[in-house]
């Protein structure tokens, strides 16, 4: 297998990783100051994360039915928003399918 950084993945430069002069910063969701934390800009408001984790703990939407958080592309049907077609028509929604529901 090869390497994962290479000139086709090049390594990531963390936004303020220990350059000198530059502050930490605060996550968004859990308070933590972190010299790697990363910018999010979404609806024109920037918020910093010090992980995905936080960043869809904030950012993602939630399934209308199960409470999960929706990290694909979900499902809307009828006003609300779904993390499967399952969810989906658990709530009423009529004629949502998606691949698990193929077989």
């Given at each position: 297998m090869p390497p994962v950084h290479s000139d086709v993945f090049p390594r990531r430069r963390w936004h303020?990783?220990?350059?000198?002069?530059?502050a930490m910063k605060t996550c968004e969701c859990c308070g933590n100051s972190y010299?790697?934390?990363?910018?999010?800009?979404m609806d024109g408001k920037t918020l910093s994360f010090d992980s995905f984790?936080?960043?869809i703990?904030?950012?993602?939407?939630?399934?209308?039915h199960c409470g999960c958080r929706?990290?694909?592309?979900g499902v809307e049907g009828e006003g609300g928003m779904y993390c499967c077609a399952h969810c989906a028509r658990s709530s009423g929604v009529?004629?949502?399918v998606d691949n698990?529901?193929?077989?």
């Open positions: 303020g990783a220990c350059e000198e002069g530059t010299d790697k934390c990363f910018d999010v800009t984790e936080c960043a703990q904030t950012l993602a939407p939630v399934c209308g929706i990290m694909g592309h009529e004629g949502v698990a529901d193929a077989a």
